[in-house]
């Protein structure tokens, strides 16, 4: 008896035990906090068939719960669960379109506890874009374009650059990964790029995003390019980007001179330039109504901006527009540092005073200071002498890790877009000029592939976009 009463009495202080950490782990459990909602999520095709889902890490996580939605159910169904931050589902119809949502989850002593799921991302599985297009000039007229075969393709379209409409026409349709363009205009440079494509139950044709363009290795008869463009452009190191990139695809030497858009647009005028890239849009359209450039092809642009010093003795950052700043920095005597040298910048900056109803004179305001230098040398003047300027905002954030406390005080304003244009020089007003590769330079820059360089450079390096595109 004693025996059967104390197994009774092992058994009930266990089974309090156990009860005990049951509830311990289910407290621990719902005591801690759930994982936040993923972010940046994405969903891409990733083949005909295929599409990858991708989010940024969550913090706490242990895993996540990827989510389809099922039109026959009309809700979200469990797809995968995954440790990784991407999945890709397989098995698709092409031309289909599929929503997903994704779900941080954290495990706390063998429980999962979940997040709210993210916002709904859907995308369509389509044919991969084609690569390896290759183009080699068979003849004077003609080149030979080939590239890697792409799976689930039933065929493929050869797109041509045009350089009237600045736009890629459709040329060709082939079932086989090559094609062979006659007729071509000897010297001329041509630019291709490729899409895939597959037919679906429904009768639709489902297109690739385009390749990467290509042009034929050309021997051109004049394989320099004289390229004069703006100080702005050059210290914001995208030139030192697209060069080599224009070169690669062309065979050019493209030589580059900087100088403020004045300066630039001069060159051109002495028949010492092949092709401008400038931001000077009076200056720009009086240079082709004197018939020196053939047209003004505007394609990016990106913001002026006041900056000055971070204690901001004129009371700029509280201006109400660039016209009001300006305004405050005359009354306060504030040293203000003009680039002085007829560029792009400089004359935003003189339209700016005009219409703030002032027009400081440096002989006889000691604060207005001409420089007559570039944007480089003009910033790291006002850094030195806790000056403001105005600047564009590409090449401050270029130099920004050099300055002191030289900050952007007001940007966006409506007299702060600073436009950017490509002007092939007229060959019938100087001689020597290298008219076909001016223009062969224009057509490569306003190609989408480059574009797309241009829309992305600054992101990686300064955290955000240097360059937009009109």
């Not at 600045?166 to 060709?172: L, T, V």
Request: one cysteine or more; a positive charge.
């Amino acid at each position: 008896m004693k025996k059967t009463a104390k197994s009774l009495f092992t058994l009930f202080a266990a089974a309090i035990i156990l009860m005990s950490s049951v509830q311990v782990s289910l407290l621990s459990a719902f005591a801690a906090n759930p994982p936040a909602v993923p972010q940046n999520v994405t969903a891409v095709s990733a083949s005909y068939n295929s599409i990858k889902i991708s989010w940024s890490p969550v913090d706490s996580a242990s895993g996540y719960v990827v989510y389809r939605y099922s039109s026959l159910f009309k809700q979200f169904i469990r797809l995968a669960v995954t440790k990784s931050t991407s999945f890709t589902n397989t098995l698709l119809m092409t031309g289909n379109t599929y929503s997903y949502k994704a779900r941080a989850y954290t495990t706390v002593n063998g429980s999962n506890l979940y997040g709210t799921p993210s916002a709904a991302v859907s995308a369509q599985p389509v044919p991969s874009a084609p690569v390896n297009l290759k183009a080699v000039l068979l003849t004077p007229t003609s080149t030979k374009l080939t590239w890697s075969s792409v799976s689930g393709a039933n065929g493929y379209v050869v797109y041509r650059f045009n350089s009237t409409s600045k736009a890629f026409d459709n040329i060709k349709t082939v079932t086989s990964a090559s094609f062979t363009n006659t007729g071509l205009t000897s010297g001329k440079t041509y630019f291709y790029v490729i899409k895939a494509y597959q037919w679906i139950i429904s009768g639709k044709t489902i297109y690739s995003s385009p390749s990467a363009a290509v042009s034929a290795p050309f021997t051109h008869s004049n394989n320099v390019i004289r390229c004069s463009t703006t100080t702005s452009v050059n210290d914001s190191g995208l030139m030192s980007v697209l060069e080599p990139l224009f070169e690669k695809a062309t065979g050019y030497d493209l030589q580059i001179t900087s100088n403020g858009s004045g300066a630039a647009i001069a060159l051109g005028r002495t028949g010492n330039a092949d092709v401008l890239l400038v931001h000077s849009p009076a200056d720009e359209a009086k240079f082709v109504s004197d018939g020196y450039g053939i047209a003004r092809i505007s394609f990016m642009y990106n913001f002026f901006v006041i900056a000055g010093p971070a204690e901001d003795p004129a009371g700029v950052k509280s201006a109400s527009s660039a016209v009001t700043a300006f305004q405050d920095i005359a009354s306060t005597r504030s040293t203000f540092i003009s680039r002085g040298d007829a560029s792009g910048t400089n004359k935003a900056e003189l339209n700016i005073w005009k219409a703030a109803g002032l027009n400081p004179n440096p002989s006889t305001n000691s604060w207005y200071i001409s420089a007559g230098q570039g944007m480089g040398a003009c910033l790291t003047m006002a850094d030195q002498m806790s000056a403001y300027l105005l600047t564009d905002t590409a090449t401050y954030l270029s130099m920004k890790s050099g300055f002191g406390d030289l900050k952007i005080l007001i940007d966006r304003d409506d007299y702060m877009k600073n436009t950017y244009s490509l002007i092939a020089c007229n060959p019938a007003k100087n001689t020597g000029l290298n008219f076909s590769g001016a223009n062969d330079f224009i057509d490569w820059m306003t190609l989408p592939s480059t574009l797309a360089v241009i829309a992305d450079y600054g992101k990686a390096q300064y955290g955000q976009q240097l360059f937009f595109l009109l």
